[in-house]
């Protein structure tokens, strides 16, 4: 946990909005939240980047509800989800030593001049960036095909700029990730109301919700949960140990990503999508 978003529980705590969550209390805790966390490195001077006017196609934003919930593991799965039918570009906003996706990419194909770094991984374009900008000004996004769809895994530095700015999200579906626990439902519920608006929630962990966790949730991902919202991602314990590499991501993850991407994306129409890779093997 980063000292920001201890900062910002510190705040929570003492705001008491753990215990009875009201519209008022979130309110307050979302500018104390703002204040906490606007000091974060790595902020985008231009975080309006990611409109569908800038990038033409539609945009996917995975944040996280708190600080290692694993969006990197979800940004993944819904991109690989959504390019079974369409092209999609999965770009990672995260500092190049903090990357979850370092060694997703199976082919490297080398750094272009804005400082991204960018790979494939079967149907999917994987970009990361190549290094820290010195003047912490990130690089606009790469340049990619007209209707495609960019899935945007923010980092955890870059989430803490959009919570500062949530004006910024206009326009871009959003995924929340949350782990099943108690701390992180109530971090994730000052996420939920800081973006504002309609969002898919990502909760990594049991499928069924443990009592304890269920009591702790605000008014938002208790709404979120009861209209569907929200998709159970498995606990993997190989992706817990090794981190995302060029292997298939295992069956169950891999579906809940298509979960994912169905609902918060709908199916291209078929003169759109993309013909399978032809693998040489015969029947």
């Keep these: 946990m980063t000292v920001p978003a201890m900062r910002a529980a510190v705040v929570a705590i003492r705001a008491g909005v753990f215990d009875d ?22 902020q985008p001077d231009s975080p309006s980047q990611w409109t569908r006017a800038r990038v033409g196609g539609r945009v996917v934003l995975v944040v996280a509800g708190h600080a290692g919930a694993g969006a990197s593991t979800v940004a993944l799965a819904l991109a690989e ?5 369409r092209r999609v570009q999965l770009v ?20 272009d001049a804005a400082g991204w770094r960018c790979g494939r991984r079967g149907r999917l374009d994987v970009v990361r960036l190549a290094r820290h900008p010195a003047d912490g ?78 009591a702790s949730c605000g008014p938002r991902l208790r709404e979120a949960r009861s209209t569907g ?9 190989r992706l817990q140990t090794a981190g995302l ?6 069956k169950s993850v891999a579906a809940a990503g298509r979960a994912l991407a169905a609902l918060v994306a709908p199916a291209a129409s078929p003169r759109h999508r993309r013909p399978a890779a032809r693998t040489g093997a015969t029947r």
Excluded: K, M, N
Aim: hydrophobic share 45%; aromatic share 4%.
């Design 92 to 111: 990672d906003y995260s500092e190049p030593a903090r990357s979850g996706l370092s060694a997703a990419p199976t082919i490297e194909l080398g750094t």
């Design 137 to 214: 000004a990130l690089p606009p996004l790469p340049e990619t095909d007209a209707d495609a769809t960019v899935v945007v895994d923010t980092g955890w530095s870059t989430t803490c700029a959009l919570l500062d700015s949530p004006g910024s999200l206009v326009g871009c579906a959003l995924v929340v990730v949350t782990r099943v626990t108690v701390p992180a439902v109530r971090q994730t519920e000052h996420v939920l109301a800081a973006v504002g608006g309609e969002a898919a929630v990502a909760a990594v962990g049991p499928a069924r919700w443990p009592r304890l966790v269920e």
């Design 245 to 250: 590499t060029g292997d298939r991501l295992p």
């Design 229 to 237: 919202q929200v998709v159970p991602v498995p606990f993997d314990r």
């Design 21 to 42: 969550v009201t519209d008022d209390v979130l309110a307050h805790a979302d500018r104390a939240f703002g204040a906490a966390v606007g000091s974060c490195a790595g």
């Design 81 to 85: 989800g959504l390019a079974a039918d």
